[in-house]
């Protein structure tokens, strides 16, 4: 596998060794009840074997000692895939401790979102391995109670199958996390409550191509610091994704950051756009059901203003279950993505 063209790697089987890593925030050590569980379901549930790290449950790993771990994964043959325990936000730190080498020797399936947007972009730019933007331990299979059936389907088919997977449209979601230091956050399921399916912008083409982006506050910070981007040139034709965390950036910011990747030229490389249902809340920010409706509103404005001045031809999808929602749907990240305007499909090569 070559920088520039990512290829698939290999994948796991039941019974296989899988690395549970925490290259962001070491957060096992805080809150060890979610992390927990999601190992419990990885053995029980995927009939896969966790192996953990020094820096797995360190809350204040350096860069130096979350790389060490990295590479040990994937050096030791028997473990098959590598899986982020959750997110956090400075990983960014961590890309220039890397070795390509190590990673194109024996490429693993990577799974993690959020802050892991940078190792993910990291692998496909600089080690040429596609990577998949969902699933950590903590939350997704950690879910209090139950995987929610479209993320254990989703996860399932990313890390066994190969081949397309067609997304589905939730009509209800979850948006409301409970705290996770508390025992009885995990004895029900997360609150789930009705929503509409996707919005679809100028769905009047087929488009398919290399999928790129991820967080967009972390996607803003890789631009901001030039790590793993490539001259704009080299995404046209490609499948942007986007979608904001639960740190519920302002919809003006968002504005801003498409504003200023249109300035370089970017956004107008990619002739269609996946973005993820917007959180609207989050544990110590609770907010009225008005104001998670304002805020999605008027996140969806911001892109399409960003959209009709610099991307006035790019097809956009709003409201897929991919990011910081429940449930999630896995998107592969320097894979093969089909967005099918005129049927309302989307379509991804796991």
């Not at 009939?47 to 953990?52: G, H, T």
């Not at 895939?81 to 990673?103: F, K, M, N, Y």
């Not at 996390?177 to 087929?206: I, K």
């Not at 996607?219 to 740190?247: C, H, K, N």
Request: glycine residues 8%; charged residues 25%.
């Amino acid at each position: 596998m070559s920088p520039g063209t990512p290829g698939y790697p290999p994948k796991p089987r039941p019974g296989d060794r899988i690395a549970v890593v925490s290259p962001s925030g070491g957060l096992p050590e805080l809150l060890p009840m979610p992390y927990e569980l999601g190992l419990r379901r990885l053995r029980e549930e995927f009939a896969l074997e966790p192996v953990e790290y020094p820096g797995t449950r360190k809350l204040h790993s350096t860069p130096a000692e979350r790389a060490a771990d990295l590479h040990a994964a994937f050096a030791d043959p028997s473990v098959r895939a590598v899986i982020a325990s959750i997110g956090g936000d400075d990983q960014i730190t961590l890309l220039p401790w890397l070795d390509e080498e190590i990673i194109r020797a024996d490429p693993k399936p990577f799974f993690g979102y959020s802050d892991c947007t940078n190792l993910l972009s990291w692998l496909s730019a600089s080690a040429g391995v596609v990577g998949w933007h969902g699933g950590t331990v903590m939350v997704e299979f950690g879910r209090p109670q139950a995987m929610h059936p479209t993320t254990r389907d989703s996860l399932h088919a990313a890390l066994f199958s190969s081949g397309d997977y067609e997304l589905t449209e939730s009509r209800s979601y979850g948006d409301v996390t409970r705290p996770w230091d508390d025992p009885a956050s995990f004895e029900q399921e997360p609150l789930l409550e009705p929503c509409e399916g996707w919005h679809w912008h100028r769905p009047d083409q087929v488009v398919e191509g290399t999928s790129w982006g991820g967080c967009l506050e972390i996607v803003s910070w890789l631009l901001m610091a030039d790590r793993t981007i490539r001259p704009v040139e080299e995404y046209a034709g490609q499948i942007l994704f986007l979608e904001t965390s639960e740190e519920l950036i302002r919809p003006s910011d968002v504005y801003r950051i498409l504003r200023n990747m249109g300035e370089r030229g970017l956004l107008r490389q990619f002739p269609a756009l996946l973005m993820g249902r917007a959180k609207t809340t989050r544990v110590f920010d609770p907010r009225t059901d008005d104001q998670r409706d304002t805020y999605r509103r008027e996140q969806r404005a911001a892109v399409l203003r960003a959209l009709e001045e610099y991307a006035p031809d790019t097809m956009a999808v709003f409201d897929v279950d991919l990011g910081h929602t429940d449930p999630q749907q896995v998107i592969p990240y320097g894979g093969t993505v089909r967005v099918n305007g005129p049927e309302r499909r989307i379509t991804v090569r796991y």
